[in-house]
């Protein structure tokens, strides 16, 4: 960033606690939340400042990035909810230990595979992404993702326990 700019400051001053009151209502309500989402959009404000300032309205600017911040965080949120359960059965969660145990092993076996076999792994099973938008995001065709992702899944069946793993994988779609 270069030379401090007295418009930034103002703008900074004058919308932060807007913002912080409107991500508290985009966010459920979530006071922390809607701060470290408000301090993370002004950083970027800040970084991206000489560019922002020359378009046809920073503070809107501000808006979209803070309201993108929250819903990519929603977006993770409902991942995570999504992907556990598939990580771990029912009788894991009555025994914390026994889940801790679980998810460490699993790091432990995906640590174990190449970085482009994890890398698919983590595309295809974790992210939900179909073979075709595997393969573009990686630049590979979809049969170097579908034979990646079979050979990593037996590498982790040898190494876990079946009842672990998602329930696509052990269908090896």
């Not at 993770?76 to 059965?89: F, G, K, S, Y």
């Not at 230990?97 to 998810?103: H, T, V």
């Amino acid at each position: 960033m270069g030379e401090w700019d007295p418009e930034l400051h103002r703008l900074c001053a004058a919308e932060y606690p807007r913002l912080v009151g409107a991500l508290r209502l985009r966010c459920g309500r979530d006071a922390y939340l809607a701060e470290e989402l408000a301090q993370e959009a002004l950083a970027r404000l800040c970084r991206d400042w000489n560019r922002v300032a020359r378009g046809p309205s920073p503070r809107a600017w501000l808006y979209r990035v803070a309201f993108n911040l929250a819903g990519s965080h929603w977006r993770r949120l409902a991942m995570r909810q999504r992907v556990e359960p598939t990580l771990i059965d029912a009788s894991a969660v009555l025994d914390p230990s026994r889940a801790a145990a679980e998810r460490m092993d699993l790091r432990d076996a995906l640590d174990r595979l190449s970085r482009r076999e994890r890398t698919v792994i983590v595309l295809r099973y974790f992210v939900d992404l179909p073979v075709a938008q595997a393969a573009q995001a990686l630049g590979m065709s979809e049969q170097a993702v579908r034979s990646l992702s079979h050979r990593a899944i037996m590498k982790l069946r040898t190494a876990l326990s079946d009842d672990i793993l998602p329930t696509e994988a052990r269908h090896g779609s």
